[in-house]
């Protein structure tokens, strides 16, 4: 690998090139010949384009800096590095720095004064141990711009996901059937247990389904067990979500999947409107979601939706629990302020029908 293209005007000559690998760059000069500057050609590491100068007086000064432009501009470095040179001798010379940790905007944000002077040919290694993108105070930075923890979990999380998903549709040392009512999927006790108390207690204690591997599941159709269960393996698709979420929202209950059972509320409550608030303010109840009942609640008195299922609202106060109508009253009683004249009329019809039920 090698840095390319660019070069440093009349100051550049054959030996200009800087060769990188990984997170090393190295510029080998032959001679200064009778310059006493030098800038290689342009390098990149990270996102950014280098330059590398020597200036050579009683000292060898050398400078590090990232091609002027936006990029450096608007993305500036902060990069911690190491520099060395050395000379091939005889005898073989180097010096080290320290370990650097600079801002680099321009050529004058950096300098390093070598305390040695040598002839003939040197090299000159720059290693970059982290380099990050500056904020805007330029003091602190952000993430490195390699390989960070962030991403080692990300590619890691990726990789099980992928395993998992083999394990589950090719049924890879499957150990345990479960029965819906209308055909059989397998699956592996692990996975289940580590999901759900519930099938963990099967399996942990004697119980018929820890004695027969399996699992009848009489309320779920085969469809909604396989949306389950993908998202159980990380499979799931969206469509598949969607279709499914209440039933995945009941299974979720029933076999205590919090994960799941908290996806299934953040979803019922995106798409609230005044054909299902009434549906949704039911199952908040009946699975109690706090948050979605809150939003139903909300959804209906104090932005005065009320009005819009007063068909359908008296037919829901009769089959609905009194503990959720109460809770209904109490609502009414907290929007009913002068502000919210405009919605008095079905207010009242609430409160009256309320009280009545009560």
Request: with cysteine; charged share 20%; aromatic share 10%.
């Amino acid at each position: 690998m090698s840095g390319g293209g660019g070069g440093s005007g009349g100051l550049s000559g054959p030996d200009s090139r800087v060769e990188t690998i990984s997170r090393l760059a190295q510029w080998r000069i032959d001679t200064f010949g009778p310059c006493s500057y030098r800038r290689s050609d342009p390098f990149k590491l990270g996102i950014w384009n280098w330059y590398l100068s020597v200036e050579k007086s009683r000292f060898i000064y050398v400078r590090l800096f990232p091609e002027p432009g936006r990029l450096a501009k608007e993305q500036s470095p902060l990069a911690r590095f190491v520099l060395r040179a050395s000379w091939a001798g005889p005898p073989r010379r180097a010096s080290v720095s320290p370990v650097f940790e600079h801002l680099l905007r321009s050529s004058d944000d950096f300098v390093w004064q070598v305390d040695m002077m040598s002839h003939g040919r040197f090299t000159i290694d720059v290693e970059f141990l982290d380099l990050r993108i500056a904020n805007d105070n330029a003091t602190e930075s952000s993430s490195s711009i390699w390989l960070n923890e962030g991403m080692v979990q990300n590619i890691a999380s990726k990789s099980t996901l992928r395993c998992l998903s083999r394990m589950f549709t090719e049924s890879i040392h499957a150990d345990v059937t479960i029965n819906t009512t209308d055909g059989a999927l397998k699956a592996h006790r692990a996975i289940l247990a580590t999901c759900s108390p519930v099938f963990e207690s099967m399996f942990l204690h004697d119980l018929k389904e820890k004695e027969s591997s399996m699992i009848n599941i009489n309320d779920m159709c085969l469809e909604s067990c396989s949306a389950l269960l993908g998202f159980i393996y990380g499979t799931i698709k969206q469509d598949q979500f969607w279709k499914h979420r209440l039933s995945l929202l009941a299974a979720a209950n029933k076999y205590g999947i919090s994960d799941i059972k908290d996806c299934c509320e953040e979803s019922l409550l995106e798409d609230i409107n005044s054909s299902n608030v009434l549906e949704r303010l039911h199952i908040a109840w009946l699975y109690q979601l706090e948050n979605l009942k809150k939003g139903c609640l909300s959804y209906l008195f104090v932005f005065g939706k009320v009005y819009d299922v007063r068909d359908e609202i008296h037919s829901f106060f009769h089959h609905a629990d009194l503990e959720l109508l109460l809770e209904m009253f109490q609502e009414v009683l907290s929007v009913w302020k002068p502000m919210h004249c405009a919605f008095k009329a079905p207010l009242v019809s609430c409160t009256c029908f309320i009280v009545k039920a009560c």
